[in-house]
């Protein structure tokens, strides 16, 4: 038998059984895996990503199988074309293996808002894997794949690679072509990457930047050879510590291992300088303002006649659009669908969406201000170690309030990182958040690869792939 092909089949093996526990995939195409590994064994050409096993969150649109977002609406959707993040995995020799489960559109940070069932925490299998991305974060954490791609509008790379001890990045917007993944909010998305190392992430990272006619929102600017700047000195970077950010509502273990992390920054060369990021505490709100606003709009075009699902029994069409989105879309959905409408709506436009845009403004200079002082930031990732399993789920605002550390990132569309760094008492991973100026994606790749050099985390979560 053919090496990939043994390889692929193996990973395969490995993705259906723990799937069982995980539910971290909604789809697995061992047919269609197993046939491009044998293209792949007799192509004269080599890629990047020869024969590398891939997962990709099903938000991400691929033309061979189904793409669900794990919604109802989209249970049986077959997009016609690939995304570009695919198109440019498979043109370096990548095989993707299976599609992820999420929370539906991507709306949530535990998982719980699939309806296809949630994912569980391959550290504790009581405990959410994050979210949205919580099916590629579980996947490569379970040792399935080393690499998986997932999509970010507000943390839900970071978080998830923080609950679940993993690398993930978010990039600059404009970095990754959004070609091809299905919409949340559009002026927040953005594809990336899950990985085991920061290698991996670098290496499939490199691939899927870059400038595509097909996105008007990507942009031209060079990529660089991440894979090959991996290794560069981090002597004399400057990490900004927002002191203040470590207060009210943080965990005490999660402080104390991010206050760890960045004297073990300091203990390898990089220099520690205090700043300030006094607007940050509105993140939250403005953030769930116009994540929701942009995802009621984005989410318009589900109506039971232009994709998917259509009601049943249904008389005539405005009955037929109520039914099929009634039935169609879960209560997150839902609720964001109605925040969105009203904050919209012409008597608050000015009150909450104008009001948010303009926050959003002064967020910008909030962190161009603090650039002018550091290099980057660093901050946890989540205030919390990874909750159980329904712990948050009759309280929206409470599973809101958890993503304070990351949204901001998506409103000022920098990139960010999350790198685990330790682990609790109980033996649950922590991540910390490296955020960067524009296009810095390289530099947070260095400080991560030095980080996981000097200050490895040996322990394998509980669920995880045989030894090989
Ligand atoms: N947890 C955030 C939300 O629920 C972020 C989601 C995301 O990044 N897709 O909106």
Known sequence: ???????????????ERLNEVLNAFLTIDREYALKRADELENSPIHGKLHGVPIAVKDNICTSWTRTTCASRILANYRPQYNATVVEKLLAEGAVIIG???????????SNENSAFGIVRNPWDLERVPGGSSGGSAAAVAAGIVDVALGSDTGGSIRQPASFCGVFGIKPTYGRVSRYGLVAFGSSLDQIGVFGRTTRNVAEVLEVISGRDERDATSADVPVPE???QLDDEIKGVKIGFPRSLFGEGLDAEVKSTIEQAIENFASIGAEIVEIDLPLLKYGIAVYYIIATAEASSNLARYDGVRYGFRAEDVHELRQMYYKTREEGFGAEVKR????????????YYDAYY???????????????AAFQK??????PTSPTVAFRIGEKTDDPLAMYLSDVYT?????????GISVPCGLSKEGLPIGMQILGNYWSESLL??????????????AKPKVWVEKE
């Open 374 to 379: 550091c290099d980057v930031i660093i901050t």
């Open 336 to 347: 964001r669908i109605m925040l969105g409408t009203y904050v919209l709506s012409s008597g």
């Open 226 to 228: 991440y894979t090959k």
């Open 407 to 415: 949204v901001t990132a998506n409103l000022v569309s920098i990139p």
């Open 1 to 15: 038998m053919s090496q990939i092909r043994a390889k692929i089949e193996k990973v395969l093996d490995n993705a």
């Open 445 to 458: 790749l260095r400080l991560s690869n030095a980080y996981e050099l000097f200050f490895p985390i040996q």
């Open 354 to 368: 104008a009001k948010a845009q303009k926050v959003r403004t002064l967020l910008r200079s909030d962190f161009q």
């Open 99 to 109: 599609k992820t489960n999420m929370d539906e559109f991507a709306m949530g940070s």
